[in-house]
Protein backbone atom coordinates (compact mmCIF):
# COMPACT_ATOMS: atom_id res chain seq x y z
CA UNK A 1 0.00 0.00 0.00
CA UNK A 2 2.89 2.45 0.96
CA UNK A 3 4.34 1.67 -2.44
CA UNK A 4 1.56 2.13 -4.37
CA UNK A 5 0.17 5.16 -3.01
CA UNK A 6 3.82 7.22 -3.10
CA UNK A 7 4.38 5.90 -6.87
CA UNK A 8 0.61 7.05 -7.04
CA UNK A 9 1.31 10.60 -6.01
CA UNK A 10 4.69 10.66 -8.25
CA UNK A 11 3.23 9.63 -11.01
CA UNK A 12 0.31 12.58 -10.78
CA UNK A 13 2.11 14.95 -10.51
CA UNK A 14 4.11 16.20 -13.53
CA UNK A 15 0.46 15.91 -14.93
CA UNK A 16 -1.68 17.61 -12.93
CA UNK A 17 1.20 20.48 -13.27
CA UNK A 18 0.61 20.64 -17.00
CA UNK A 19 -3.00 20.88 -16.44
CA UNK A 20 -2.32 23.69 -13.88
CA UNK A 21 -0.41 25.73 -16.11
CA UNK A 22 -2.84 25.11 -18.88
CA UNK A 23 -5.79 26.23 -16.68
CA UNK A 24 -3.03 29.47 -15.62
CA UNK A 25 -3.10 30.38 -19.22
CA UNK A 26 -6.95 29.74 -20.18
CA UNK A 27 -7.42 32.21 -17.45
CA UNK A 28 -5.11 34.28 -17.88
CA UNK A 29 -4.72 35.07 -13.95
CA UNK A 30 -2.34 33.45 -11.32
CA UNK A 31 -3.44 30.60 -9.72
CA UNK A 32 -1.21 29.08 -7.43
CA UNK A 33 -3.87 27.39 -5.09
CA UNK A 34 -6.47 25.62 -7.02
CA UNK A 35 -9.39 25.06 -4.77
CA UNK A 36 -9.76 21.35 -4.14
CA UNK A 37 -12.33 19.33 -2.41
CA UNK A 38 -11.91 19.07 1.58
CA UNK A 39 -10.77 22.73 1.56
CA UNK A 40 -7.21 21.62 0.63
CA UNK A 41 -5.49 23.75 -1.43
CA UNK A 42 -3.14 20.96 -3.49
CA UNK A 43 0.41 22.10 -4.21
CA UNK A 44 2.25 21.95 -7.08
CA UNK A 45 4.28 20.10 -5.59
CA UNK A 46 2.07 17.70 -3.61
CA UNK A 47 4.74 16.15 -0.73
CA UNK A 48 5.12 12.64 -0.29
CA UNK A 49 5.09 11.36 3.42
CA UNK A 50 6.08 7.53 4.01
CA UNK A 51 4.87 7.60 7.35
CA UNK A 52 1.70 9.49 7.02
CA UNK A 53 0.81 7.02 4.10
CA UNK A 54 1.33 4.03 6.02
CA UNK A 55 0.34 5.10 9.34
CA UNK A 56 -2.47 7.91 8.82
CA UNK A 57 -4.37 7.61 4.96
CA UNK A 58 -6.60 4.98 5.88
CA UNK A 59 -8.64 7.16 7.72
CA UNK A 60 -7.58 10.24 6.79
CA UNK A 61 -7.22 10.11 2.85
CA UNK A 62 -4.51 10.07 1.21
CA UNK A 63 -3.89 13.86 0.83
CA UNK A 64 -5.64 14.82 4.49
CA UNK A 65 -8.86 15.01 2.82
CA UNK A 66 -10.30 12.80 5.26
CA UNK A 67 -13.78 10.60 4.76
CA UNK A 68 -11.56 7.48 4.90
CA UNK A 69 -12.92 6.21 7.94
CA UNK A 70 -16.05 7.07 10.20
CA UNK A 71 -15.81 10.96 10.87
CA UNK A 72 -12.03 11.03 10.14
CA UNK A 73 -11.76 14.81 9.63
CA UNK A 74 -9.71 16.36 6.86
CA UNK A 75 -6.69 17.18 8.75
CA UNK A 76 -5.05 18.84 6.03
CA UNK A 77 -7.74 21.39 5.32
CA UNK A 78 -6.23 24.91 4.88
CA UNK A 79 -8.32 26.46 7.49
CA UNK A 80 -7.78 24.13 10.06
CA UNK A 81 -4.33 23.40 9.92
CA UNK A 82 -4.22 27.66 10.44
CA UNK A 83 -5.86 27.19 13.84
CA UNK A 84 -3.88 23.76 14.77
CA UNK A 85 -0.32 24.49 16.52
CA UNK A 86 2.11 22.18 15.91
CA UNK A 87 1.91 21.47 19.82
CA UNK A 88 -1.67 20.67 19.08
CA UNK A 89 -1.01 18.28 16.09
CA UNK A 90 1.52 16.97 18.26
CA UNK A 91 -0.48 15.97 21.08
CA UNK A 92 -3.03 15.04 19.31
CA UNK A 93 -1.27 12.27 17.37
CA UNK A 94 0.40 11.03 20.52
CA UNK A 95 -2.19 10.65 22.46
CA UNK A 96 -4.98 10.04 20.06
CA UNK A 97 -8.96 10.93 20.89
CA UNK A 98 -9.54 7.92 23.58
CA UNK A 99 -13.15 6.12 22.67
CA UNK A 100 -12.95 6.75 18.92
CA UNK A 101 -10.28 5.49 15.94
CA UNK A 102 -7.81 7.57 16.34
CA UNK A 103 -5.51 5.76 18.26
CA UNK A 104 -2.85 7.25 20.34
CA UNK A 105 0.35 6.81 18.25
CA UNK A 106 3.11 7.72 20.29
CA UNK A 107 5.62 4.81 21.19
CA UNK A 108 5.10 5.52 25.05
CA UNK A 109 1.52 5.24 25.08
CA UNK A 110 2.63 2.17 23.06
CA UNK A 111 1.47 3.22 19.23
CA UNK A 112 3.96 3.04 16.13
CA UNK A 113 5.38 6.20 16.08
CA UNK A 114 8.62 8.49 17.16
CA UNK A 115 8.36 11.74 17.96
CA UNK A 116 10.70 12.37 14.56
CA UNK A 117 8.35 10.46 12.65
CA UNK A 118 5.18 12.76 14.22
CA UNK A 119 7.43 15.69 13.30
CA UNK A 120 7.49 14.87 9.95
CA UNK A 121 3.81 14.48 9.36
CA UNK A 122 3.40 17.38 11.01
CA UNK A 123 5.82 19.19 8.04
CA UNK A 124 3.97 16.99 5.41
CA UNK A 125 0.11 18.06 6.31
CA UNK A 126 1.83 21.77 7.29
CA UNK A 127 2.31 21.89 2.63
CA UNK A 128 -1.28 21.96 2.53
CA UNK A 129 -1.80 25.56 4.75
CA UNK A 130 -2.97 28.23 3.59
CA UNK A 131 -1.58 32.07 5.30
CA UNK A 132 -0.11 32.43 7.74
CA UNK A 133 -1.06 30.22 11.54
CA UNK A 134 -3.63 32.27 13.41
CA UNK A 135 -2.70 32.93 16.85
CA UNK A 136 -5.94 31.24 18.89
CA UNK A 137 -3.34 31.44 22.01
CA UNK A 138 -2.75 28.39 24.63
CA UNK A 139 -5.14 26.22 26.50
CA UNK A 140 -4.38 27.18 30.24
CA UNK A 141 -5.81 30.70 28.85
CA UNK A 142 -9.16 29.68 28.43
CA UNK A 143 -12.24 31.36 30.19
CA UNK A 144 -13.81 28.64 33.05
CA UNK A 145 -17.34 27.48 31.45
CA UNK A 146 -20.13 29.63 32.39
CA UNK A 147 -23.28 28.16 33.15
CA UNK A 148 -25.83 30.54 32.20
CA UNK A 149 -24.23 30.38 28.36
CA UNK A 150 -24.34 26.91 28.33
CA UNK A 151 -27.91 26.82 29.14
CA UNK A 152 -28.78 29.19 26.72
CA UNK A 153 -27.19 27.54 24.05
CA UNK A 154 -28.36 24.12 24.74
CA UNK A 155 -31.34 24.97 22.19
CA UNK A 156 -28.82 25.80 19.53
CA UNK A 157 -26.80 23.01 20.06
CA UNK A 158 -29.99 20.87 20.00
CA UNK A 159 -31.20 22.14 16.82
CA UNK A 160 -28.26 22.95 14.52
CA UNK A 161 -25.05 20.92 15.88
CA UNK A 162 -26.33 17.49 17.38
CA UNK A 163 -27.44 16.29 14.25
CA UNK A 164 -24.08 15.61 13.47
CA UNK A 165 -21.89 15.64 16.39
CA UNK A 166 -24.37 13.68 19.02
CA UNK A 167 -26.72 15.56 21.73
CA UNK A 168 -23.76 14.91 24.14
CA UNK A 169 -20.90 15.29 21.32
CA UNK A 170 -20.59 11.88 20.94
CA UNK A 171 -20.10 12.16 17.41
CA UNK A 172 -21.97 11.04 14.88
CA UNK A 173 -21.56 11.96 11.23
CA UNK A 174 -18.91 14.49 12.22
CA UNK A 175 -15.96 14.17 14.93
CA UNK A 176 -16.51 14.09 18.56
CA UNK A 177 -17.12 17.59 20.56
CA UNK A 178 -16.34 15.55 24.11
CA UNK A 179 -13.26 14.19 24.14
CA UNK A 180 -10.90 14.47 27.00
CA UNK A 181 -7.40 15.62 24.70
CA UNK A 182 -9.49 17.52 22.08
CA UNK A 183 -10.75 19.44 25.19
CA UNK A 184 -7.13 19.68 27.08
CA UNK A 185 -5.87 20.85 23.44
CA UNK A 186 -8.34 23.18 21.92
CA UNK A 187 -8.48 27.01 23.24
CA UNK A 188 -11.54 28.84 23.36
CA UNK A 189 -10.36 30.89 20.38
CA UNK A 190 -9.88 27.47 18.50
CA UNK A 191 -13.54 26.65 19.22
CA UNK A 192 -14.63 30.35 18.07
CA UNK A 193 -12.82 30.53 14.90
CA UNK A 194 -14.15 26.79 13.82
CA UNK A 195 -17.70 27.55 15.11
CA UNK A 196 -17.82 30.86 13.52
CA UNK A 197 -15.91 29.96 9.85
CA UNK A 198 -16.55 26.30 10.01
CA UNK A 199 -14.13 24.25 7.86
CA UNK A 200 -14.64 25.05 4.00
CA UNK A 201 -15.03 22.34 1.50
CA UNK A 202 -16.23 19.92 4.29
CA UNK A 203 -19.91 19.41 6.37
CA UNK A 204 -18.83 21.89 9.28
CA UNK A 205 -20.19 25.63 8.07
CA UNK A 206 -19.50 28.92 8.74
CA UNK A 207 -22.48 29.84 11.52
CA UNK A 208 -21.09 32.87 12.10
CA UNK A 209 -23.14 33.78 8.90
CA UNK A 210 -26.84 32.53 10.56
CA UNK A 211 -25.83 33.63 14.14
CA UNK A 212 -24.32 36.62 16.38
CA UNK A 213 -20.98 36.40 17.88
CA UNK A 214 -23.09 36.32 21.35
CA UNK A 215 -24.73 32.84 20.04
CA UNK A 216 -21.52 31.71 19.39
CA UNK A 217 -19.50 32.88 21.81
CA UNK A 218 -22.24 30.65 24.11
CA UNK A 219 -21.34 27.14 21.83
CA UNK A 220 -18.16 27.61 22.66
CA UNK A 221 -19.02 27.66 26.78
CA UNK A 222 -21.40 24.62 25.38
CA UNK A 223 -18.98 22.31 23.65
CA UNK A 224 -16.37 23.52 26.52
CA UNK A 225 -19.32 21.32 28.93
CA UNK A 226 -19.55 18.44 26.97
CA UNK A 227 -17.67 15.79 29.72
CA UNK A 228 -15.67 12.99 28.74
CA UNK A 229 -17.58 10.07 29.33
CA UNK A 230 -15.73 7.35 31.39
CA UNK A 231 -15.58 4.44 28.82
CA UNK A 232 -13.72 2.45 31.00
CA UNK A 233 -15.64 -1.29 30.38
CA UNK A 234 -12.43 -3.54 30.98
CA UNK A 235 -13.10 -6.19 33.13
CA UNK A 236 -9.82 -8.24 33.68
CA UNK A 237 -6.57 -7.94 33.01
CA UNK A 238 -4.91 -10.76 30.33
CA UNK A 239 -1.33 -10.11 31.17
CA UNK A 240 0.10 -10.92 28.08
CA UNK A 241 2.89 -8.45 28.57
CA UNK A 242 4.78 -8.38 24.93
CA UNK A 243 4.86 -12.26 24.91
CA UNK A 244 2.65 -11.88 21.53
CA UNK A 245 5.55 -10.10 19.41
CA UNK A 246 7.64 -13.56 19.40
CA UNK A 247 4.36 -15.71 18.94
CA UNK A 248 3.94 -17.93 15.72
CA UNK A 249 2.02 -20.47 14.23
CA UNK A 250 -0.18 -22.39 16.76
CA UNK A 251 0.64 -20.03 19.26
CA UNK A 252 -1.64 -17.36 18.15
CA UNK A 253 -4.27 -19.71 17.98
CA UNK A 254 -6.90 -19.26 21.11
CA UNK A 255 -8.88 -22.85 22.36
CA UNK A 256 -6.06 -25.16 20.37
CA UNK A 257 -8.18 -27.85 21.20
CA UNK A 258 -11.90 -25.77 20.68
CA UNK A 259 -13.84 -27.09 17.09
CA UNK A 260 -14.02 -24.77 14.60
CA UNK A 261 -16.86 -21.44 14.84
CA UNK A 262 -19.49 -22.17 12.17
CA UNK A 263 -19.77 -18.63 10.72
CA UNK A 264 -21.25 -18.83 6.82
CA UNK A 265 -19.37 -17.66 5.05
CA UNK A 266 -16.86 -17.78 7.06
CA UNK A 267 -14.38 -15.57 4.84
CA UNK A 268 -16.61 -12.10 4.89
CA UNK A 269 -18.31 -9.82 7.67
CA UNK A 270 -19.81 -11.73 11.27
CA UNK A 271 -21.44 -9.92 13.74
CA UNK A 272 -19.94 -9.30 17.23
CA UNK A 273 -22.85 -11.81 18.97
CA UNK A 274 -21.54 -14.54 16.90
CA UNK A 275 -18.21 -14.04 17.96
CA UNK A 276 -18.85 -13.38 21.46
CA UNK A 277 -21.11 -16.86 21.02
CA UNK A 278 -17.77 -18.47 19.92
CA UNK A 279 -16.04 -17.03 22.86
CA UNK A 280 -18.13 -18.31 25.03
CA UNK A 281 -18.34 -21.87 23.16
CA UNK A 282 -14.45 -22.16 23.19
CA UNK A 283 -14.02 -22.34 19.69
CA UNK A 284 -10.39 -22.61 18.26
CA UNK A 285 -9.75 -19.11 16.41
CA UNK A 286 -6.98 -16.74 16.46
CA UNK A 287 -8.62 -13.28 17.04
CA UNK A 288 -6.67 -10.33 15.42
CA UNK A 289 -6.67 -6.43 16.77
CA UNK A 290 -5.95 -4.36 13.44
CA UNK A 291 -5.96 -1.29 15.61
CA UNK A 292 -3.44 0.59 16.79
CA UNK A 293 -1.11 -1.15 19.88
CA UNK A 294 -1.83 1.63 22.12
CA UNK A 295 -5.80 0.88 21.51
CA UNK A 296 -5.05 -2.96 22.21
CA UNK A 297 -3.11 -2.59 25.34
CA UNK A 298 -6.05 -0.37 26.44
CA UNK A 299 -9.32 -2.88 25.90
CA UNK A 300 -9.10 -5.86 24.05
CA UNK A 301 -11.74 -8.60 23.30
CA UNK A 302 -10.22 -11.31 25.30
CA UNK A 303 -7.47 -13.47 23.35
CA UNK A 304 -7.03 -11.22 20.88
CA UNK A 305 -3.56 -10.27 19.83
CA UNK A 306 -2.56 -7.32 18.55
CA UNK A 307 -2.00 -6.96 14.46
CA UNK A 308 -2.33 -3.66 13.54
CA UNK A 309 -2.91 -2.57 9.94
CA UNK A 310 0.22 -1.29 9.48
CA UNK A 311 2.09 -4.30 10.20
CA UNK A 312 4.86 -5.33 8.07
CA UNK A 313 4.35 -8.68 6.05
CA UNK A 314 6.87 -10.29 8.12
CA UNK A 315 4.75 -10.50 10.85
CA UNK A 316 1.54 -11.76 8.61
CA UNK A 317 3.63 -14.67 7.56
CA UNK A 318 3.70 -16.06 11.46
CA UNK A 319 -0.10 -16.61 10.79
CA UNK A 320 -1.02 -20.43 10.41
CA UNK A 321 -2.37 -21.01 7.08
CA UNK A 322 -4.21 -23.99 8.05
CA UNK A 323 -7.67 -23.52 7.49
CA UNK A 324 -7.75 -22.01 11.58
CA UNK A 325 -10.69 -19.73 11.28
CA UNK A 326 -9.14 -15.86 11.34
CA UNK A 327 -11.12 -13.03 13.19
CA UNK A 328 -10.41 -9.35 12.58
CA UNK A 329 -11.51 -6.16 14.29
CA UNK A 330 -11.21 -2.50 14.26
CA UNK A 331 -12.73 0.53 16.02
CA UNK A 332 -14.19 2.16 12.19
CA UNK A 333 -16.12 0.37 13.08
CA UNK A 334 -14.26 -2.05 10.25
CA UNK A 335 -11.90 0.11 7.74
CA UNK A 336 -8.74 -0.82 9.55
CA UNK A 337 -9.66 -5.00 9.98
CA UNK A 338 -10.76 -4.76 6.27
CA UNK A 339 -7.41 -3.70 5.28
CA UNK A 340 -5.96 -6.51 7.61
CA UNK A 341 -8.10 -9.16 6.29
CA UNK A 342 -7.93 -7.97 2.58
CA UNK A 343 -3.74 -8.65 2.64
CA UNK A 344 -4.22 -11.87 4.61
CA UNK A 345 -6.67 -13.09 1.62
CA UNK A 346 -4.82 -12.15 -0.54
CA UNK A 347 -1.98 -13.85 0.91
CA UNK A 348 -4.12 -16.86 0.36
CA UNK A 349 -6.04 -17.47 3.66
CA UNK A 350 -9.40 -18.27 3.18
CA UNK A 351 -10.97 -18.15 6.47
CA UNK A 352 -10.81 -14.50 7.47
CA UNK A 353 -13.55 -12.82 9.19
CA UNK A 354 -14.17 -9.38 10.04
CA UNK A 355 -16.35 -8.05 12.89
CA UNK A 356 -19.02 -5.79 11.08
CA UNK A 357 -20.13 -3.72 13.90
CA UNK A 358 -16.51 -2.81 15.35
CA UNK A 359 -14.86 -2.93 18.79
CA UNK A 360 -17.14 0.38 19.78
CA UNK A 361 -20.37 -2.30 19.66
CA UNK A 362 -19.17 -4.33 21.44
CA UNK A 363 -18.10 -2.19 24.11
CA UNK A 364 -21.05 -0.84 24.71
CA UNK A 365 -22.62 -4.37 24.20
CA UNK A 366 -21.12 -4.81 27.59
CA UNK A 367 -19.25 -7.89 26.11
CA UNK A 368 -16.07 -8.87 27.94
CA UNK A 369 -13.13 -6.77 27.62
CA UNK A 370 -9.46 -7.09 28.95
CA UNK A 371 -6.65 -4.68 29.09
CA UNK A 372 -2.68 -5.41 29.43
CA UNK A 373 -1.86 -3.10 32.50
CA UNK A 374 1.25 -0.76 32.39
CA UNK A 375 2.56 1.39 29.33
CA UNK A 376 5.34 0.37 27.61
CA UNK A 377 8.62 1.69 27.99
CA UNK A 378 9.60 5.01 26.17
CA UNK A 379 12.16 4.24 24.36
C1 LIG B 1 -23.76 18.91 8.76
C2 LIG B 1 -22.97 18.36 9.84
C3 LIG B 1 -22.44 19.34 10.89
C4 LIG B 1 -23.16 20.23 11.64
C5 LIG B 1 -24.65 20.51 11.60
C6 LIG B 1 -22.19 20.84 12.53
N1 LIG B 1 -20.94 20.34 12.32
FE1 LIG B 1 -19.27 20.80 13.37
N2 LIG B 1 -18.18 19.58 12.18
C7 LIG B 1 -18.70 18.79 11.19
C8 LIG B 1 -17.62 18.08 10.56
C9 LIG B 1 -17.76 17.09 9.41
C10 LIG B 1 -16.42 18.49 11.19
C11 LIG B 1 -15.01 18.05 10.85
C12 LIG B 1 -14.60 18.80 9.60
C13 LIG B 1 -13.28 18.34 9.05
O1 LIG B 1 -13.25 17.33 8.35
O2 LIG B 1 -12.27 19.00 9.35
C14 LIG B 1 -16.83 19.43 12.22
C15 LIG B 1 -15.94 20.05 13.09
C16 LIG B 1 -16.33 20.80 14.18
C17 LIG B 1 -15.44 21.29 15.19
C18 LIG B 1 -13.94 21.04 15.26
C19 LIG B 1 -13.69 19.73 15.95
C20 LIG B 1 -12.25 19.29 15.95
O3 LIG B 1 -11.97 18.19 16.48
O4 LIG B 1 -11.40 19.99 15.44
C21 LIG B 1 -16.19 22.01 16.09
C22 LIG B 1 -15.70 22.70 17.34
C23 LIG B 1 -17.56 21.95 15.62
N3 LIG B 1 -17.60 21.21 14.47
C24 LIG B 1 -18.63 22.53 16.27
C25 LIG B 1 -19.92 22.57 15.74
C26 LIG B 1 -21.00 23.31 16.34
C27 LIG B 1 -20.92 24.09 17.63
C28 LIG B 1 -22.09 23.13 15.53
C29 LIG B 1 -23.45 23.75 15.64
C30 LIG B 1 -23.50 25.19 15.63
C31 LIG B 1 -21.67 22.26 14.45
N4 LIG B 1 -20.36 21.95 14.61
C32 LIG B 1 -22.51 21.79 13.45
C33 LIG B 1 -20.03 18.66 10.82
C34 LIG B 1 -21.06 19.41 11.34
C1 LIG C 1 -8.30 4.12 12.13
C2 LIG C 1 -8.59 5.44 11.60
C3 LIG C 1 -7.58 6.53 11.86
C4 LIG C 1 -6.22 6.48 11.67
C5 LIG C 1 -5.38 5.34 11.16
C6 LIG C 1 -5.73 7.80 12.03
N1 LIG C 1 -6.76 8.61 12.44
FE1 LIG C 1 -6.60 10.52 13.03
N2 LIG C 1 -8.57 10.56 13.48
C7 LIG C 1 -9.47 9.56 13.17
C8 LIG C 1 -10.80 9.94 13.62
C9 LIG C 1 -12.06 9.12 13.46
C10 LIG C 1 -10.66 11.21 14.22
C11 LIG C 1 -11.76 12.02 14.90
C12 LIG C 1 -11.84 11.57 16.34
C13 LIG C 1 -12.99 12.17 17.10
O1 LIG C 1 -14.14 11.94 16.71
O2 LIG C 1 -12.73 12.83 18.11
C14 LIG C 1 -9.26 11.58 14.09
C15 LIG C 1 -8.70 12.76 14.57
C16 LIG C 1 -7.42 13.19 14.30
C17 LIG C 1 -6.87 14.47 14.67
C18 LIG C 1 -7.59 15.57 15.42
C19 LIG C 1 -8.31 16.44 14.43
C20 LIG C 1 -9.00 17.63 15.05
O3 LIG C 1 -9.94 18.12 14.44
O4 LIG C 1 -8.61 18.06 16.12
C21 LIG C 1 -5.59 14.53 14.17
C22 LIG C 1 -4.62 15.69 14.27
C23 LIG C 1 -5.33 13.26 13.54
N3 LIG C 1 -6.46 12.46 13.64
C24 LIG C 1 -4.14 12.92 12.93
C25 LIG C 1 -3.82 11.63 12.52
C26 LIG C 1 -2.51 11.22 12.05
C27 LIG C 1 -1.34 12.15 11.85
C28 LIG C 1 -2.58 9.89 11.81
C29 LIG C 1 -1.46 8.98 11.39
C30 LIG C 1 -0.33 8.92 12.28
C31 LIG C 1 -3.93 9.46 12.10
N4 LIG C 1 -4.65 10.54 12.54
C32 LIG C 1 -4.39 8.16 11.94
C33 LIG C 1 -9.18 8.34 12.57
C34 LIG C 1 -7.90 7.88 12.32
Redesign the pocket.
Known sequence: MLATSALHWLQLRPRSKVALVALCAAVLVACDDPPAQ??LHVKDAAPVSAEYARYCALCHGERGE??GAD?????A?GA?LRL?SDDFLLQSIRRG?PGTPMSAFSRAAGGPLSDEQIHAIIAFLRAYQVGAPDDVGVPADNVPVDPQRVERARP??HA??????GEQGEGR?????N?RV?HEL?TDA??RR??SE??PG????A?AEV?PAEQ?ED??H??RSLGAPNTAAVTAHAGEDEQWAEREGDALVLNPEGRAPRFAPANAYVHAEQVKQALDQGRRMILFDARAVSDWRAGHLPGALPAPFYADDEALRRVPNDGTQIVVYCGCPHVAADRLAGRLRAAGYSRVAVIDEGFYHWRDQGYPLVNEPGTPAEE
Open positions: AGGGNAPAINYAHTFRCASCHTAPTLNFAFLTIGRTEMAFMVLVFV
